[in-house]
C-alpha cells in the first residue's frame, strides 16, 4: 500500500541559473526570497524563524521556507530523467511492479547492473556499485552521465541507499548534496555517504503534469516498525480515492487529512481554492514542500500559496467548523485499533489510528460531514465498519445497518462495500501495514488486544468500501419545484472494477437523482400507471433507450431445454455489474434499439403476453435498475 504506477505524463520545468555551486542561492533568488509574499499564517513550532510561513520549517520534515532551492531541485530531477518512464526503462518493469509491492531487490540488482555496464563502457572498475550504489568520477560521454544521474536518484530516493555527496553534486548539479542537507532531505549525522530522509518519487497524474512527491521512507527502505507520526506516501487507499473521485469543476474543495497532498494535488486540477487539513505538523510540513516543488505543475504560486491552498492543522472537521464545500475528499484515520486507558497520543499512527474506539471515527464523520456540505456538493471518502455478529444472518447481508443509521436523514449516501475482514484477518492487515511483525513479542501482544477488543463489542467482521455523500439542492433552487431528492444505496461489489472509476460513478449518480426527481414530480401530478396517457405517464416511459455498448447477454440452461433457465447481462466495464434478468426485462432489453420509446415497447410486450393489469411492478423495478446502472442508455 504504498506505491504507484500510473502511466506517464510530462509537466513543464521552472528554469533557472546554474551558475551557483550546487546547493548555493544566487543573489536574484535571494532577493527575491527576501521581498516574498508568505503564507499569512507565521511558523509556530520549535525552531521556525518568526517570519517563515506556516509549516515551512516543521523539525524532522522537508523545509519548504526557500521556494527558489525547491524550484531549482525539480529543475535538476527532471533534467536527469527523473520520471516513472525513465526510472522503468532504467530497472524494467518487473523490477518496478516489484517495486511497488515494497520489494527493493529487483531494482537494486538492475541499478547495480547497469552501474557495472556504465562503468565498464567508461573504462572503469565494473564492480563500483556491488554492494552500495556510488560515484566517484562523472562519465566523459553526456548520455552516461545521464544514465549515472539516474541511477544516484533512483538508489538515493527510491531505495534508501547511501550514496556519495559526489554523486548527488553530479545528479543535482544546481542543488547538490548541500542544498538537499537544507531542505530537510539527508539524513542528519551522515558523514561521506548520505542517506536521503524523503522517499521522493515521481508521480504520473490523470491531467497533463508529472508530479514529485516526497513522504517518509517506508519499512522496506527503512526497516523497523514506522514512526508513530509517519507521513504515509502514494498508496493504494490513496489511489483508490483518487480513481473514484470525480473531476467535477468546484470553487472550494476541503481535503480532510492531507497526508503528503495526494488528494490536493488532484483536486487543483478542477477546484479554484482547496483547504487541506491534517492532525499533524510533519504531514501539513511533507505536502507544502511538495505543493512547491510542483508549483508550475498545480498552477500555485510559490511564494503565495493561500491564493489556491490553504492548510489548517486540527483534527477532522475541527479546522473547517462553520465553513462549507463544493466538493470534500477523505482517506481518515478510519483504522480500528484497540485502546488502552494508559496510551498517550504520541503512542498512536496518526496517519491511520484517530484515537476513537471501534468504528466511532466514521461513524461520526459520516453523521456530521453533512455541515460542511454546500447545497448540491459531495463528499468522497474510504472508510471501514463493524458489523456485530447476528445469531440469525451472515455478516454479508447484515454490513450496512451501522452506515445506514449513521449518515442523518436528508442526506444523499452510496456506500459501496469492496472488502469483508472477520477480526483475525484485519488485524493482520494492519500489524503488517506498520510493520509490526518485525518485533515478534510486541506482534503478538498487539495481535491478542486487537481480538480481545473486538471480542468486547461481539464484532463479527469488519467491512471496507468507498462512500458518496450528497447535500440535496434546497427547494427553492430547483427549477422544477420539487424538493430535491436525496437517494440512499448500500450495496457490495467484490469484483474487479474499471479504472479510474470515478466517471461511471458520477454518470449512475447523474442517473439516480434523475430517476429520483422524475418520480417526486410524477408523484406530485398524480402520474402512476405505465399504461396512462402520455401527459399523465411516468417521464421515463416516454423515453428511448438502447442497449450500452459494453453490455452483453449470457443465457443458461439445460442441453436440449427449449428455453434458457436463466438470463443474464454483464457489464464491461465500470461497476461490471451482473444482473439476472426476468425473461420479459431480457425481451424488453433486447427490442431497446432507439426505435420506440420504453411505453411503446411494454405496450407491445403486453399484447403479446396478454397482460390484463399492464407490467407487474417488479418489471417496471426491473427496467428502471437497467437505466440507471446503465445498462440501458438514452438516446
Known amino acids: 500500500?504504498?506505491?504507484?504506477?500510473?502511466?506517464?505524463?510530462?509537466?513543464?520545468?521552472?528554469?533557472?541559473?546554474?551558475?551557483?555551486?550546487?546547493g548555493d542561492i544566487n543573489p536574484h533568488d535571494s532577493a527575491r526570497q527576501d521581498s516574498a509574499r508568505h503564507d499569512g499564517a507565521?511558523?509556530?513550532?520549535?525552531?521556525?524563524?518568526?517570519?517563515?510561513?506556516?509549516?515551512?520549517?516543521?523539525?524532522?520534515?522537508?523545509?519548504?521556507?526557500?521556494?527558489?532551492?525547491?524550484?531549482?531541485?525539480?529543475?535538476?530531477?527532471v533534467a536527469a530523467g527523473f520520471t516513472v518512464d525513465g526510472v522503468t526503462d532504467l530497472v524494467g518493469e518487473q523490477a518496478m511492479s516489484a517495486w511497488s509491492r515494497d520489494q527493493a531487490v529487483p531494482a537494486r540488482r538492475a541499478l547495480q547492473r547497469r552501474?557495472?555496464?556504465?562503468?565498464?563502457?567508461?573504462?572503469?572498475?565494473?564492480?563500483?556499485?556491488?554492494?552500495e550504489l556510488r560515484h566517484t568520477e562523472e562519465p566523459h560521454d553526456p548520455a552516461d552521465h545521464d544514465v549515472a544521474s539516474l541511477i544516484t536518484l533512483a538508489a538515493f530516493f527510491l531505495l534508501g541507499d547511501p550514496v556519495s555527496a559526489t554523486a548527488l553534486d553530479a545528479a543535482l548539479p544546481s542543488v547538490g548534496a548541500r542544498g538537499l542537507e537544507r531542505l530537510g532531505?539527508?539524513?542528519?549525522?551522515?558523514?561521506?555517504?548520505?542517506?536521503?530522509?524523503?522517499?521522493?518519487?515521481p508521480y504520473a497524474t490523470d491531467s497533463s503534469a508529472e508530479l514529485y512527491v516526497a513522504s517518509d521512507l517506508g519499512a522496506f527502505q527503512r526497516p523497523g516498525v514506522l514512526r508513530h507520526d509517519h507521513v504515509l506516501g502514494i498508496g493504494g487507499a490513496s489511489l483508490t480515492l483518487v480513481q473514484s473521485t470525480p473531476r467535477r469543476p468546484v470553487d472550494t474543495a476541503l481535503d480532510l487529512g492531507t497526508g503528503c497532498g495526494i488528494q490536493t494535488f488532484h483536486l487543483l486540477a478542477h477546484a479554484r481554492h482547496v483547504t487541506a487539513t491534517d492532525i499533524s505538523?510533519?504531514?501539513?510540513?511533507?505536502?507544502?514542500?511538495?505543493?512547491?516543488?510542483?508549483?508550475?505543475?498545480?498552477?500555485?504560486d510559490p511564494w503565495d500559496l493561500p491564493a489556491r491552498v490553504s492548510l489548517e492543522r486540527g483534527s477532522l472537521l475541527e479546522p473547517v467548523v462553520g465553513r462549507r464545500f463544493d466538493m470534500v475528499v477523505s482517506n481518515p484515520p478510519f483504522v480500528i485499533t484497540p485502546r488502552n486507558p494508559e496510551e498517550h497520543a504520541e503512542d498512536r499512527f496518526t496517519y491511520r489510528d484517530g484515537g476513537l474506539p471501534g468504528d466511532?471515527?466514521?461513524?461520526?464523520?459520516?453523521?456530521?460531514?453533512?455541515?460542511?456540505?454546500?447545497?448540491?456538493?459531495?463528499?468522497?471518502?474510504?472508510?471501514?465498519w463493524e458489523i456485530p455478529r447476528d445469531p440469525h444472518e451472515e455478516p454479508s447481508t447484515t454490513w450496512s445497518r451501522g452506515p445506514a443509521s449513521w449518515v442523518p436523514q436528508g442526506t444523499g449516501a452510496w456506500i459501496i462495500q469492496r472488502e469483508l475482514q472477520d477480526p483475525c484477518e484485519y488485524a493482520e492487515t494492519w500489524l503488517r501495514d506498520a510493520s509490526q511483525q518485525r518485533d515478534v513479542a510486541d506482534y503478538e501482544r498487539a495481535y491478542a488486544a486487537y481480538l480481545d477488543d473486538f471480542d468486547s463489542r461481539d464484532v463479527a467482521a469488519v467491512g471496507f468500501g468507498m462512500v458518496w455523500l450528497y447535500?440535496?439542492?434546497?427547494?427553492?433552487?430547483?427549477?422544477?419545484?420539487?424538493?430535491?431528492?436525496?437517494?440512499?444505496?448500500?450495496?457490495?461489489?467484490?469484483?474487479?472494477?474499471?479504472?479510474?472509476?470515478?466517471?461511471?460513478?458520477?454518470?449512475?449518480?447523474?442517473?439516480?437523482?434523475?430517476?429520483?426527481?422524475?418520480?417526486?414530480?410524477?408523484?406530485?401530478?398524480?402520474?402512476?400507471?405505465?399504461?396512462?396517457?402520455?401527459?399523465?405517464?411516468?417521464?421515463?416511459?416516454?423515453?428511448?433507450y438502447t442497449v450500452a455498448q459494453d453490455v452483453t447477454e449470457e443465457r443458461h440452461g439445460t442441453p436440449g431445454a427449449p428455453d434458457p433457465a436463466l438470463i443474464l447481462l454483464r457489464q464491461g466495464a465500470g461497476l461490471r455489474r451482473s444482473v439476472i434478468l426476468s425473461s420479459e426485462a431480457a425481451g424488453f432489453a433486447g427490442v431497446c434499439d432507439g426505435e420506440l420509446s420504453a411505453g411503446q415497447i411494454l405496450t407491445a410486450l403486453g399484447a403479446l403476453l396478454e397482460w390484463q393489469d399492464g407490467p407487474a411492478p417488479q418489471l417496471l423495478r426491473e427496467i428502471k435498475g437497467l437505466i440507471t446502472h446503465g445498462f440501458l442508455v438514452e438516446v
Open 115 to 131: 552501474s557495472r555496464e556504465l562503468g565498464s563502457a567508461s573504462g572503469r572498475a565494473g564492480d563500483a556499485h556491488e554492494s
Open 471 to 544: 447535500r440535496p439542492q434546497e427547494s427553492g433552487a430547483q427549477e422544477s419545484g420539487v424538493q430535491d431528492t436525496a437517494p440512499r444505496i448500500f450495496e457490495t461489489i467484490p469484483h474487479a472494477i474499471q479504472q479510474p472509476i470515478a466517471p461511471a460513478l458520477a454518470a449512475e449518480w447523474d442517473r439516480v437523482l434523475s430517476m429520483a426527481s422524475d418520480e417526486a414530480r410524477d408523484e406530485a401530478r398524480g402520474a402512476r400507471d405505465p399504461g396512462a396517457t402520455s401527459d399523465t405517464a411516468p417521464a421515463w416511459l416516454a423515453r428511448h
Open 1 to 22: 500500500m504504498r506505491s504507484s504506477r500510473p502511466d506517464d505524463a510530462r509537466a513543464t520545468t521552472p528554469t533557472t541559473g546554474h551558475d551557483a555551486a550546487p
Open 360 to 384: 466511532r471515527l466514521v461513524r461520526e464523520l459520516l453523521g456530521a460531514l453533512h455541515s460542511v456540505l454546500n447545497p448540491g456538493a459531495t463528499a468522497h471518502l474510504l472508510a471501514n
Open 281 to 300: 505538523d510533519r504531514a501539513l510540513a511533507t505536502a507544502r514542500f511538495n505543493l512547491i516543488l510542483n508549483a508550475e505543475a498545480l498552477d500555485v
Open 185 to 201: 532531505l539527508v539524513e542528519a549525522g551522515a558523514s561521506t555517504e548520505l542517506r536521503s530522509a524523503v522517499d521522493l518519487r
Open 42 to 77: 507565521t511558523a509556530h513550532h520549535a525552531g521556525s524563524s518568526d517570519t517563515a510561513p506556516a509549516f515551512s520549517t516543521v523539525p524532522d520534515a522537508p523545509r519548504s521556507d526557500d521556494p527558489a532551492l525547491i524550484a531549482r531541485l525539480h529543475a535538476d530531477l
